[in-house]
Every structure is written in structure tokens, then in C-alpha cells.
């Protein structure tokens, strides 16, 4: 059965920062990962798809990582700012592409 | 930009009482999908819907719980007989096949259920 961990669970920083997230996974056989960021309260707002094919996805100031044999994935955000206090959630596609969710890491940045 | 919209955002509701949240996938999507989340947990997959059917479903997916697409544009999920550990937010989420980013997977707003 696939379990999905994120490590750090909460993450505080002051803004400008560099930082990484880090989800791993159970199982390698994985169709692909998602980010999503959720806002308290809030849905989910994808934010990077990888596929399994490939080793990383970039979108402005996110760039995610995906090691599939090693069963682990990174989100970078880089210079931190304080609208990206969220929490981050990783995701895991399998069969019919159901996600298996992380915990969430839950970033703070304050000014 | 296209989205999943989901009504209502909020629905209280007496134990034992069924529900029905909807959902409104993005047009061209073809791949429907309904997850939970209780409040302070991981958001779990409850069942995913492709072509008229189930295509899968969890085990927290029991015959309290049937989706349907009942026109070409609506999805729901019907609670027959809520119970108070029935209460989170519910989240409606629908991916296409016909772009390159084809698995990608869209949420909507979510629906909070309190059952009461």
C-alpha cells in the first residue's frame, strides 16, 4: 500500500529564503506527482506535475524533483516571500490516477 | 481560465439525513474524481469515475456513498445516510486525456459537510 510522508511538517523562515520541501513514497510504481499549495480553508491549487518519465518540473520560482527509485521528491522555492506561506501538498498518481496525499508541509514567511 | 466549481461551499445536515454535493468538471475533461479531507488529516481518495462507471474506489467508499453524472456537465456524490464522522471538506476533481499534461489532475473549491 503506498504511503506518502512529508518532512519538514512545519517550516518557518524569514523571507528571501531558499527552500526545500521533501515528500518520499512507498512504492517506485507511480504514474506521476503532483504539488499542490492549499491555503487554510482553501482547495487545492496544482502546482507542478511531474511525469514519471521525467526528473524535474520548473514553474517560475518552484522547481520539483522526482527520483523514482529512490522514492522521493523535493520542491525548491526560491527567494521566499510571504504569499507563499501555505501549506504544500505532494501527491502520488497510481492506477486511474488516483492521488495518494502527504500530510502537507505548512510554510510560514514572515516579513 | 477553465475550473471545477463545486455547490454548495457549505452544507450542514442532520445525522442520518442524505446528501448530495455537486460538482461541475472542467468541459473537456473526461476522468472524475471525489476525495475527502477531515479537518487536520491527509486528503483521501474516495472514488474515481471514467466513462459512465467506477473506475475505482476506496475502502471508505461503502454503500452509504453513489456518484453519478447525471447530464454532460454535473457531478455528484450522494451520502444516503450521513454520519457525524461523514463531516470534512469534500473536494471534486476532474483531469482530460487530450492535452500533453493529460494526468494532471484539477480541484475544485471543496464542500464542507458538518453533520450534526
Known amino acids: 500500500k503506498q504511503e506518502v510522508t512529508q518532512i519538514p511538517a512545519a517550516l518557518s523562515v524569514p523571507e528571501g529564503e531558499n527552500l526545500v520541501l521533501n515528500c518520499s513514497f512507498t512504492?517506485?510504481?507511480?504514474?506521476?506527482l503532483q504539488w499542490f499549495r492549499q491555503d487554510p480553508g482553501k482547495g487545492l491549487t496544482s502546482l507542478l506535475l511531474i511525469q514519471s518519465s521525467q526528473r524535474e518540473q520548473t514553474s517560475g520560482r518552484l522547481n520539483a524533483s522526482l527520483d523514482k527509485s529512490s522514492g522521493r521528491s523535493t520542491l525548491y522555492i526560491a527567494a521566499s516571500q510571504p504569499g507563499d506561506s501555505a501549506t504544500y501538498l505532494c501527491a502520488v498518481g497510481g492506477g486511474y490516477n488516483k492521488l495518494i496525499f502527504g500530510a502537507g508541509t505548512r510554510l510560514a514567511v514572515h516579513p | 481560465e477553465p475550473e471545477v466549481t463545486q455547490t454548495p461551499s457549505h452544507q450542514v445536515t442532520q445525522m442520518g439525513q442524505e446528501v448530495i454535493l455537486r460538482c461541475v468538471p472542467i468541459s473537456n475533461h473526461l476522468y472524475f474524481y471525489w476525495y475527502r479531507q477531515i479537518l487536520g488529516q491527509k486528503v483521501e481518495f474516495l472514488v474515481s469515475f471514467y466513462n459512465n462507471e467506477i473506475s475505482e474506489k476506496s475502502e471508505i467508499f461503502d454503500d452509504q456513498f453513489s456518484v453519478e453524472r447525471p447530464d454532460g456537465s454535473n457531478f455528484t456524490l450522494k451520502i444516503r445516510s450521513t454520519k457525524l464522522e461523514d463531516s470534512a471538506m469534500y473536494f471534486c476533481a476532474s483531469r482530460s486525456q487530450t492535452t500533453l499534461s493529460y494526468n494532471e489532475q484539477f480541484f475544485g473549491p471543496g464542500t464542507r459537510l458538518t453533520v450534526l
Open positions: 512504492d517506485s510504481a507511480i504514474y506521476n
